[in-house]
């Protein structure tokens, strides 16, 4: 069946420093790869998203990979701020069809 | 981008009761979804809503316990039937709009089964 792991259910960096988030996956073929946002309380909010026939995305201070021969991606925050704390979603996509990993919880301390 | 209301908010209900949440969107969207993440669980996708014909469910879930309504392309409805304690969970819908494959989330429904 279908397994998706986040490196670690919780993460602690300092400010300034850059967040390195992992995401395995198993027995799937995505067509792309989303990262998630999520807030207490509140729903998940997209970040980005990057397709199986791509290395590499950017955004700001976002920047994620995506391996299809290791099934994995990688999620970087750089500069990392106390505002981004959350737990930080992946999701495999195709045809429209999400599936999600647990997440991982970042808090960046001052 | 579109933004999602969801009803109720958080909902404390007793064991063998239902409830409907409902799910409105900004805009017309063609594809809406209804998930459910459990304490520590991921997000679990229930069922896709269709407009103008029934839901797609996904595995493990069933019309009877989780009858969902899409009178039209802004609102959907999920009804958690005969619910036990393993109901409580946040019940989330989420829209695709058709740009990039990026679904909008609402921001939850709380719900404890007692």
């Known amino acids: 069946s279908q397994k998706i792991e986040q490196n670690s259910e919780a993460l602690n960096i300092q400010e300034g420093k850059t967040a390195t988030l992992t995401c395995n996956y198993t027995?799937?073929?995505?067509?792309?790869l989303q990262w998630y946002r999520q807030d207490p309380g509140r729903g998940p909010v997209f970040l980005l998203l990057?397709?199986?026939?791509?290395k590499e995305k950017r955004k700001e201070r976002l920047k994620v990979t995506f391996d299809t021969t290791l099934k994995q991606s990688l999620f970087h925050i750089t500069a990392s701020q106390p505002a981004d704390s959350a737990t930080y979603l992946c999701?495999?996509?195709?045809?429209?069809?999400?599936?999600f990993g647990k997440g991982t919880l970042l808090t960046v301390n001052p | 981008s579109a933004v999602i209301s969801q009803k109720p908010s958080r909902d404390i209900c007793q064991r063998g009761t239902s409830l409907t949440i409902q799910c409105q969107v900004d805009s017309q969207v063609t594809m809406m979804f209804w998930y459910r993440q459990q304490p520590g669980q991921s997000l679990t996708l229930i069922a896709t809503?269709?407009?103008?014909?029934?839901?797609?469910?996904e595995s493990g879930f069933v019309i009877d316990k989780f009858p969902i309504s899409r009178p039209n392309l802004t609102f959907s409805t999920l009804t958690v039937s005969n619910m036990s304690p393993e109901d409580s969970s946040i019940y989330l819908c989420?829209?695709?709009?058709?740009?990039?494959?990026?679904?909008?989330f609402g921001p939850g429904t709380r719900l404890l089964v007692l």
């Open positions: 990057i397709r199986e026939n791509e």
């Open positions: 999701a495999l996509g195709s045809n429209y069809k999400l599936t």
């Open positions: 027995n799937y073929s995505p067509a792309y």
């Open positions: 989420s829209v695709d709009t058709g740009q990039e494959e990026t679904q909008y």
């Open positions: 809503a269709n407009q103008g014909s029934e839901a797609t469910y």
